[in-house]
């Protein structure tokens, strides 16, 4: 159960969730999924891979994450995510301080780990991963998964890279083998110094790894967006006309800023905003109003997305100022697994407003 001490991370203000928007949330999501299985699709992304997204250990990540921003005609993606956070703290919102899993939950939550193995089976020994995870802001969250991992018989420690000794030959903790990482760090491609053995271990199949780099590859890295909004392109690798079109009204038009003259798009900037390829947490994120000509000046042409702004639904807070929101569908496969509504003020999501963070939602 999540402690008490959470709760900070819950707001006591309610969002209102048309059913007809959560009905086109959930299309979204089954229609990427089956957009991520499609060889035309996995051929068109192979050279554009690196060679850990491009091993596909046959496996379905862990807890994705679908982030929606809500308008009046309907969801609009945002992103998607691999290393999803909150899940937890929104099913605390929705049930109270300390929640107990719904069982076709708990069934769920077991099916998933032990299919993020080749075999299918639970796994024996399973770390939380992530960079310094004690100074996360999440680290809450960590600890209920790992009490939750270790209440299915599964031994579990939450650790930094450093803590870990790894090779092509494997993963071990305290010389003992690891044969799951639940991966909440944000090198998602294993490029970095830190997880170099992890990245061996990876590549030579003697760990499993989850969310792994195939799937962000694949749905997760931002440059995605702008085949998940190109009709010509999704129609090329073999989407069906239902998935186009849905596509086509659900995800803003998402481009490589070296696409576009920046003097044109300079004078048309307050439409779009600019995302970092490789970025996370909302970090480097520029809206496009907010935008200085010199701080638009420095953005790498090659390696800057830029969308069309959608700006966040308000929700009322009481007397307070109305809060930004944003909301983020958790599924695994073809399974939706929740829905989170994190309430906010500020430019970016954040988990740090008064009287924000995740919020219960309301069916309307």
């Known amino acids: 159960m999540l402690e008490p001490t959470t709760l900070a991370n819950v707001s006591p203000h309610t969002v209102n969730l048309p059913r007809a928007a959560l009905r086109d949330m959930l299309r979204l999501q089954r229609t ?23 091993f596909d250990p046959g496996t379905a990540s862990v807890l994705m994450g679908y982030d929606f921003h809500l308008t009046d005609a309907g969801p609009r993606l945002i992103e998607v995510n691999t290393n ?8 605390q919102a929705a049930l109270g301080a ?81 044969d799951l990482i639940y991966n909440r760090h944000c090198d998602f491609y294993l490029e970095t110094e830190p997880l170099a053995g ?44 239902a998935g186009i079109a849905l596509l086509q ?42 935008a200085t000509r010199g701080r638009f000046l420095e953005l790498d042409p090659q390696t800057t997305i830029i969308q069309r702004y959608v700006p966040p639904s308000l929700t009322t807070a009481g007397n307070d100022a109305p809060m930004k929101t944003d909301l983020r569908l958790f599924a695994w496969t073809g399974h939706a697994l929740g829905l989170g509504a994190r309430l906010y003020h500020g430019q970016v999501t954040n988990l740090r407003t008064e009287g924000g963070g995740f919020a219960p939602i309301r069916l309307v």
């Not at 680290?139 to 579990?156: C, H, K, L, N, V």
């Not at 890295?221 to 129609?235: P, T, Y």
């Not at 576009?260 to 900037?269: G, S, V």
């Open 98 to 178: 300390e929640p107990q899993l719904p069982a076709r939950l708990e069934q769920r939550l077991r099916a998933m780990f032990s299919a993020a193995l080749p075999a299918n089976r639970m796994p024996q020994r399973l770390v939380v991963l992530d960079d310094n995870p004690q100074e996360q802001f999440l680290y809450p969250e960590m600890q209920a998964f790992a009490r939750r991992f270790e209440s299915w018989g599964i031994a579990t420690s939450i650790v930094g890279p450093q803590q870990l000794v790894a090779d092509k030959d494997g993963v071990f903790l305290d010389g003992a083998p690891v």
């Open 249 to 290: 009204r659900l995800v803003p038009t998402s481009r490589l800023l070296a696409d576009f003259d920046p003097e044109a798009l300079w004078k048309e900037r307050k439409e779009w905003v600019f995302k970092p390829a490789t970025s996370h947490a909302s970090r480097g994120v520029l809206v496009g109003a907010k």
């Open 198 to 241: 992890i990245r061996a271990a990876w590549l030579a199949g003697t760990v499993s790894l989850s969310p792994h780099p195939a799937a962000y590859g694949l749905l997760a890295d931002k440059r995605r967006l702008c085949l998940f909004s190109n009709e010509e392109q999704l129609a090329a690798v073999g989407l069906d006309a």
């Open 84 to 91: 999803a956070g909150g899940g937890l703290f929104a099913l």
């Open 32 to 54: 990427l999924e089956q957009l991520s299985r499609l060889p035309g699709y996995r051929r068109l992304l192979h050279d554009q891979l690196p060679e850990t997204a491009r």
